[in-house]
């Protein structure tokens, strides 16, 4: 089967964007933005909360190895989707959660991860399925940023390290190599 992706948007794309890296089956992960009303919007736009976009991920991945249910239940177990507009100190429309269907049969599967996600969390869910939208690449320094930048940035430092162990204790048969263990 062809490779396909998935677009979700979960918070902070560093942190995002970190998870996916590792996961069997996951080809490709661009940090970028979709949703809003601007065309290429920058960094510094997207931050001001005023274009619409969300701070997202885009997956290239072959379904032969990972299923799009799955990426779901990863993106569900490593952010959190019971909080509107925000992740953390991340508070903002920029940052919520939010997956972005690219066909009919992704947005029939993203319901459906979603009432699984919300039988693992009281049906507090506010993840939003939007429709598909013009996806914008972020700018190159955002890109991979956990491997370089990331692993020096406070931020990072405090709220990668945590969805890593998540993945690792909740999905250890999907990932790519066993690798050490975040502190």
């Avoid at 069997?24 to 274009?51: L, R």
């Avoid at 955002?142 to 406070?154: C, I, L, S």
């Avoid at 430092?157 to 690798?179: D, E, M, N, T, Y």
């Amino acid at each position: 089967m062809a490779e396909q992706v998935a677009v979700l948007a979960g918070g902070c794309f560093w942190c995002t964007e970190a998870v996916f890296l590792d996961v069997v089956g996951v080809k490709k992960v661009e940090s970028g933005y979709t949703g809003g009303q601007v065309a290429n919007p920058t960094y510094k736009q997207v931050c001001g909360g005023d274009t619409g976009h969300a701070e997202a991920i885009r997956i290239t991945f072959d379904p032969d190895q990972i299923s799009y249910d799955d990426l779901l239940d990863i993106f569900f177990a490593t952010h959190d989707p019971t909080q509107l507009n925000r992740q953390g100190n991340d508070v903002g429309t920029q940052y919520r959660s939010a997956i972005f269907p690219q066909d009919a049969e992704q947005a029939e599967k993203a319901r459906a991860g979603i009432e699984r996600a919300n039988a693992d969390h009281a049906g507090r869910i506010v993840t939003t399925i939007e429709p598909k939208a013009e996806w914008y690449p972020a700018e190159d320094y955002h890109q991979d940023y956990w491997a370089g930048e990331g692993q020096r940035n406070p931020y990072c430092l405090a709220v990668i390290p945590p969805k890593l162990q998540k993945l690792r204790k909740s999905f250890q048969a999907r990932l790519k190599s066993a690798g050490p263990q975040p502190a």
